[in-house]
């Protein structure tokens, strides 16, 4: 969009940011799906990530994603990222993150944005886009989620949106605690949901048809999917949880190719493993577009294993960017630009 030039700069706080999504889960859904159509059509730029990590501490990093789309979103800018696992038991959140939104125009920044939530947010769409269409049965009822943090909130939060009856869930995490806490708050988000906490993960595997794995794991520790229900559909949101063998055996959906086989992920292992990717049967853009069917015959399960793409951050700042415009959100920085050099 064409905006006019000044010299003003939004910041919005993560209140401002969590009351501009509160209720928008359709909307989410709806900017996260183009953002991914737009990408499969080649109407998007993304460099490469960049990875700042610290030595003697590999659960922990800071991440930069750049990224560009065309294709009505006309909107660029650079997320800064950070996961520090072991802040939880400093009583503060696992990840931090902080958004800059640029004008495709002049290239200033628009907007300043706390950009854990709209990380979170676009996250649990994507999860939720991905079960849509990978289970498209509009019956669901029961749900599995691996990991009780707030990336699995937030899944349940958006598969409630596009699966209504959504009523039984399957929990486990490490620690039973937060097992018990996720219960405790999920149960807000619609009245009659029944929590099963589960001492075993396996049981958690078995007992739903959609699973959504969330965990802070660094490498695979789930070596086999058996008895899993029939069609299952696992939301490998992690990325890092299974072994080569389960990935290999399974139909493998991605959001892209190259950004998801890296890093030690599971589907870069299964690649390494193998040789090449022809086990990554689709992307979900190629789903979206109409390109790629919904299922491969043949095979148990699906994994559908998002990399979580700088331009779903950067399409949904853009959407708060103009409902903060025109709700008058958050809070205006003027004069944040020197003045011209001429003019000194």
């Known amino acids: 969009m064409s905006e006019a030039i000044n010299d003003d700069l939004i910041l919005l706080k993560g209140e401002d940011v969590r009351k501009l999504l509160a209720g928008r889960e359709k909307d989410v859904l709806s900017v996260v799906g183009q953002a991914y159509q737009a990408h499969d059509q080649g109407k998007t730029a993304m460099p490469a990530d960049s990875y700042l990590r610290f030595p003697g501490r590999e659960r922990e990093r800071i991440i930069s994603k750049v990224a560009w789309l065309g294709e009505g979103f006309n909107a660029a800018g650079i997320k800064w990222i950070a996961s520090f696992p072991e802040n939880v038991d400093r009583g503060i959140e696992r990840a931090s993150a902080t958004l800059i939104l640029n004008s495709t125009e002049t290239g200033r920044p628009l907007a300043l944005m706390e950009s854990s939530l709209i990380s979170a947010k676009r996250t649990a769409a994507s999860a939720a886009l991905g079960a849509q269409q990978l289970y498209p049965e509009a019956g669901l009822r029961r749900v599995g989620m691996v990991g009780c943090g707030l990336i699995n909130f937030e899944i349940?939060?958006?598969?409630?949106?596009?699966?209504?009856?959504?009523?039984?869930?399957?929990?486990?995490?490490?620690?039973?605690?937060?097992?018990?806490?996720?219960a405790e708050r999920a149960a807000s988000l619609k009245p009659?949901?029944?929590?099963?906490?589960?001492?075993?993960?396996?049981?958690v595997i078995t007992a739903s048809p959609v699973v959504s794995l969330a965990t802070t794991a660094v490498v695979p520790h789930i070596d086999s999917v058996q008895g899993c229900q029939p069609n299952a559909v696992f939301l490998h949101i992690s990325l890092r949880d299974f072994?080569?063998?389960?990935?290999?055996?399974?139909?493998?959906?991605?959001?892209?190719?190259?950004?998801?086989?890296?890093?030690?992920?599971?589907?870069?292992?299964?690649?390494?493993?193998?040789?090449?990717?022809?086990f990554i049967r689709a992307s979900i853009g190629e789903i979206l577009n109409g390109d790629a069917a919904q299922h491969a015959t043949g095979r148990p399960y699906t994994i559908y294993s998002p990399f979580g793409l700088g331009i779903l951050d950067i399409a949904l700042a853009n959407h708060l960017y103009g409902l903060a415009r025109q709700d008058q959100v958050g809070t205006s920085i003027e004069g944040f630009f020197p003045t011209p050099w001429l003019d000194r």
């Open 243 to 278: 072994t080569p063998e389960v990935m290999l055996s399974g139909d493998n959906v991605v959001d892209d190719r190259d950004k998801v086989a890296s890093n030690q992920t599971s589907v870069h292992l299964a690649e390494q493993q193998c040789g090449d990717r022809q």
């Open 192 to 203: 009659g949901l029944s929590f099963n906490l589960r001492s075993e993960m396996g049981s």
């Open 156 to 182: 349940l939060r958006f598969l409630l949106a596009v699966y209504p009856g959504l009523s039984e869930i399957d929990l486990f995490d490490l620690d039973p605690s937060r097992g018990r806490q996720f």
